[in-house]
């Protein structure tokens, strides 16, 4: 049985919790491997609509088993409020879900912190929601981890030890109010009441079962370009979306990887700040965005929209070791006559050899467009490959030729059914 990897394959948004959802079907269990509540993948299954940000969309098939795993920064509030969400849904979560150990506790301090961040002038363009401080305390190794719950003497020490320097920097720098230390203490050892049925070892269990021949789909969230090493920093994440942080999210090694699907859209899309090269900031752009829906599931921004960028993904299919890809959002394109495809940069018209590391590079490059002819007509309950028109599916060929993978998924709309399979 294979362990698979899922990839977002450009800025993130590429719609992987629907692919996810379609490919549990085949697996016994998934496991998110990294980031936090700041992901929102939305799955439409019939009339209904899930938005997930913690827990792994295979939820939502009865059979599957699943693990937010040791990379994932668990905010406990949100992850319960999830957990009640399903279950008045009559989604059955008890003896399904499993949380890491050594997965590490967003803390009230994590998401004001944020906050402040992102009023300065240093901005990323966050969610918010804590991610980024509570990954600089992981590394600064002062975090709190879900382990440190079981032991009420050991987290009311690290709570204290934490507060109290935080406090320090709120009041003095920020001028903010301080924190009530007994308060959080209280509050988090009620989430331990709450969470401590799903809290075990999740790397021994996720590597006896690939021992015992179960097969596991690994998911992560945002996408290849926000990945704090190999994104465009420092526009990025802080975590690795990327298929190496699979391996150091989970506990899995490498050596147990067979696949990994890079999920791609069909056109670009970025939210928050950053370069992006193949943007439009036009009626065209905005065309892309009221037809695709392009809002955040997480926090209903706007996304920024541009035609698709083929040097971008031939990188992201490069670091990611993608082996196949499923192309999604395929159905917004059949409004247009004319779609151009990004197939290099060049900056004061020279061409680039390799995808720019330079954020001041990457801001000054101007996109090489292909023009290829769209096919204006509804794709969206097409179910066979060959019933595709034949523009769609040269502009199928043509992503895949430049991006440097092979498609074995087309999705043509935003519920379960409307997708085609290319292989079983």
């Known amino acids: 049985m294979s362990v698979t990897v899922i990839v977002g394959s450009q800025w993130g948004d590429e719609g992987k919790g629907k692919i996810v959802d379609l490919l549990s079907d085949k697996f016994q269990i998934v496991a998110r491997y990294q980031g936090g509540a700041n992901a929102g993948h939305t799955v439409e299954i019939g009339d209904k609509k899930f938005i ?241 829906f392009e809002f955040g599931a997480t926090t209903g921004r706007p996304r920024r929209c541009g035609w698709y960028d083929a040097f971008l993904v031939n990188y992201s299919s490069m670091i990611n070791g993608i082996t196949k890809a499923a192309i999604t959002k395929l159905d917004v394109l059949s409004n247009f006559e004319k779609i151009n495809v990004c197939i290099g940069y060049e900056i004061n018209g020279k061409k680039l050899k390799y995808f720019p590391t330079s954020i001041h590079d990457l801001e000054n490059s101007k996109p090489i467009y292909e023009t290829l002819d769209g096919w204006n007509q509804n794709i969206s309950s097409i179910k066979n490959y060959d019933e595709l028109p034949g523009n769609a599916k040269e502009y199928l060929t043509f992503i895949a030729k430049h991006s440097s993978f092979n498609i074995s998924i087309v999705s043509v709309g935003p519920k379960r059914d409307q997708t085609i399979l290319l292989e079983e």
């Open 52 to 292: 997930l940000h913690l827990i792994p969309s295979g939820i939502l098939r009865e059979d599957v088993i699943c693990v937010i795993g040791n990379g994932v920064v668990v905010d406990p509030q949100a992850l319960l409020d999830e957990i009640k969400m399903l279950e008045s849904l009559g989604i059955k979560i008890k003896n399904r879900l499993f949380i890491s150990h050594k997965a590490h506790l967003i803390m009230p301090y994590h998401k004001i912190l944020d906050s402040i961040n992102e009023s300065g002038n240093s901005k990323i363009g966050t969610t918010g929601r804590g991610i980024g401080p509570c990954y600089i305390d992981k590394y600064a190794r002062t975090g709190i981890r879900i382990v440190d719950l079981l032991d009420r003497k050991i987290l009311e020490e690290k709570i204290r030890c934490n507060i109290n320097e935080k406090n320090n920097l709120l009041k003095k720098v920020y001028n903010h109010n301080e924190l009530n230390i007994d308060e959080i203490i209280d509050t988090y050892l009620k989430f331990d009441n709450e969470i401590d049925q799903y809290i075990t070892d999740t790397t021994s269990f996720l590597n006896n079962a690939i021992s015992e021949g179960k097969s596991i789909l690994l998911e992560g969230a945002q996408g290849a370009l926000l990945d704090v090493d190999h994104g465009t920093y420092p526009f990025v994440t802080s975590s690795n979306p990327t298929s190496g942080g699979a391996c150091t999210g989970t506990g899995i090694p490498p050596t147990k990887i067979d696949n990994v699907i890079g999920i791609v859209k069909a056109y670009t899309t970025r939210v928050g700040l950053g370069p992006f090269p193949t943007e439009l900031n036009d009626e065209i752009g905005e065309k892309l965005r009221t037809i695709g």
